[in-house]
């Protein structure tokens, strides 16, 4: 594990940029890639329902990209279910699906959030971890600001930035990590193929600091698109994780392309 370096009372406490703060409101509490299987995973806890389709008019100087959007929050089922649930996002289910099928977070565990705000997963992880009753701790990370949360320490900073796996590792009140999980997505471009690459430069990056922290047995979970150049990820993946495989959760969109890569049984850093 890369040296801590060390952070000085200032810095905690806060949720200024770069700066780690430490919960205390906030809303709720609550295959083989090219080689593997994409798994679908299989719970009734990620749907929503909602009966009646809201029809959105254009309204003058609204862009028709905003209106479609506007048009599919208001008739996504889970957009609705995270709010009656207190949840922060609808990603949030997403990770609710792929921790009730895999059962990944246990009580007690040490949890690192990447690209992590408004928080749908922090929440999650802070809730089924119970770091919001003081087991286990859940750090989370994004370059986003992000308001705080119960059971989670927050740091507003660029994962890119080279100080950040040190911001993190500073953060932990163990040395080892349980599960490093990665939501990290820059806004789309619309070009393909450039929104292919950021994303997986973002999931090399967190699977080259997942293998610096995990402790054996460890856990990594990342978001990727689907198609294209991920070999170099999933032939990391393989070389230091026992299983790994492709999910699409039902709470992911099906018109997109989004997918999640999972790596279960670190094998250690010895190898
Ligand atoms: C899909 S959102 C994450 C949603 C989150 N999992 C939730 O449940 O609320 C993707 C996040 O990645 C963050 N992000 C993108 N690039 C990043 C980077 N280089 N460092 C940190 N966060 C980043 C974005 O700011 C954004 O908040």
Redesign the pocket.
């Known amino acids: 594990m890369p040296q801590k370096k060390k952070t000085s009372a200032s810095q905690k406490g806060q949720s200024t940029k770069g700066q780690q703060s430490k919960g205390s409101t906030g809303k709720g509490s609550t295959g083989k890639g090219a080689a593997l299987k994409t798994q679908s995973t299989k719970s009734s806890s990620g749907k929503g329902k909602r009966a009646l389709a809201v029809k959105v008019k254009s309204a003058k100087g609204r862009k028709i990209s905003s209106t479609r959007w506007l048009q599919r929050q208001l008739n996504d089922p889970y957009v609705q279910r995270a709010k009656d649930d207190g949840l922060?996002?609808r990603?949030?289910y997403?990770?609710i699906e792929i921790d009730d099928q895999f059962k990944l977070i246990q009580q007690g565990m040490t949890i690192i959030?990447?690209?992590?705000?408004?928080?749908?997963?922090?929440?999650v992880a802070a809730q089924r971890a119970n770091s919001i009753k003081g087991k286990g701790q859940v750090v989370a990370?994004?370059?986003?600001a992000?308001e705080p949360l119960p059971g989670v320490d927050v740091i507003h900073?660029?994962?890119?930035d080279d100080d950040?796996p040190n911001q993190l590792i500073t953060a932990l009140k163990k040395d080892a990590v349980d599960i490093v999980m990665s939501?990290?997505?820059?806004p789309a471009t619309g070009h393909k193929q450039t929104d292919h690459l950021r994303i997986i430069g973002?999931a090399e990056a967190a699977l080259e600091f997942a293998i610096e922290v995990l402790k054996p047995e460890g856990v990594f979970l990342a978001?990727v698109l689907q198609g294209g150049t991920e070999q170099d990820l999933l032939n990391l993946m393989k070389k230091n994780f026992k299983k790994t495989r492709h999910i699409k959760p039902e709470a992911s969109r099906a018109d997109s392309s989004e997918l999640y890569v999972m790596a279960t049984g670190f094998k250690g850093r010895e190898i």
């Open positions: 922060r996002s990603a949030a997403k990770l959030d990447l690209g992590a705000a408004p928080g749908g997963w922090s929440q990370i994004d370059i986003s992000m900073l660029d994962f890119m950040a939501d990290m997505a820059e973002l978001k």
